[in-house]
């Protein structure tokens, strides 16, 4: 099976991290994109220590879409230098991840 990834970025908004999720699923990019409100972050920035209230966006997709991916949050994104992390998908449910692979295919009918 492909390989499936979770990737993460962090964005200053529900409504940027909303858009910016649609856009993705939309595009057949991910699978799924989830956020979660309320993140702390802690961060050095140009020799500064700053602290941000955050949101964390966590993407399904698969490696073939990863550097679509990557360019698409990036032309999105409201920060100069985003978080983008991918994390390659060792176990899950096997059903679980045929349907991101499904969902993630351009030649996928609903």
Not at 44 to 72: D, F, P
Request: glycine share 4%.
């Amino acid at each position: 099976m492909e390989q499936v990834l979770i990737v993460m970025t962090h964005l200053p908004d529900t409504a940027t991290a909303e858009a910016l999720a649609g856009a993705l699923v939309e595009a057949r990019l991910a699978a799924c994109a989830s956020f979660t409100t309320g993140v702390q972050s802690v961060y050095r920035w140009q020799g500064k220590i700053e602290r941000a209230n955050e949101v964390t966006l966590t993407i399904k997709t698969t490696q073939r879409h990863y550097s679509a991916l990557e360019a698409a949050i990036r032309a999105a994104h409201p920060y100069e230098l985003p978080e983008i992390i991918a994390l390659p998908v060792v176990a899950g449910l096997s059903s679980y991840l045929q349907w991101i692979v499904a969902e993630t295919s351009p030649n996928h009918h609903a």
